[in-house]
């Protein structure tokens, strides 16, 4: 049986990061770097933040605004995709061996409904943590509030582990 999660760090741009008693050695290196990256790149231009970070779960969403829907409403699905990659890709960072990063290898979304609602998140869990590997299912809801909505996408997608650094990363 897993321990509760424990406080890994105090919540650093809104972001609640915690994992479990024992966390994955040498991961937390990284997390700085993959944070800082999303607050300059396709999260701000999104304007994707993450709501909760364990190594069990994470939530990342979105408040929608006319730039994120098409001319009748629904969301785009690249706003549903990028949602739900950044969940699992750092879900997987937060369960990466010693020394290695991730990097997504394959995603496979299926696009279920339009939704009606004001916020987009997406709940990532993993299906398998392995040395090389790790799978995570991220679901995409629509909403006025988390927890008041139905989801609208589900994604499947592999991150594989590499060396940190110059060749791996």
């Not at 994120?68 to 960072?93: C, K, N, P, R, W």
Request: negative net charge.
């Amino acid at each position: 049986m897993r321990s509760s999660p424990a406080l890994i760090a105090p919540p650093a741009r809104g972001i609640v990061a915690r994992t479990s008693d024992h966390p994955a050695p040498g991961s937390h290196m990284h997390e700085s770097v993959f944070l800082e990256n999303h607050e300059q790149g396709l999260g701000k231009l999104l304007g994707i933040r993450f709501a909760e970070s364990t190594r069990e779960l994470v939530v990342t969403e979105v408040t929608l605004t006319p730039s994120h829907l098409t001319e009748v409403g629904s969301v785009q699905g690249a706003v549903a995709v990028a949602l739900a990659d950044l969940a699992g890709a750092f879900g997987a960072l937060l369960n990466a061996p010693e020394g290695m990063i991730n990097t997504t290898i394959e995603s496979k979304t299926n696009f279920l409904r339009p939704g009606r609602g004001n916020l987009l998140w997406a709940e990532a869990e993993p299906i398998h943590v392995g040395r090389r590997t790790s799978v995570w299912r991220s679901c995409v809801y629509r909403g006025e509030a988390r927890g008041e909505g139905r989801p609208v996408a589900e994604v499947m997608q592999t991150e594989l582990f590499i060396p940190a650094g110059p060749e791996g990363g």
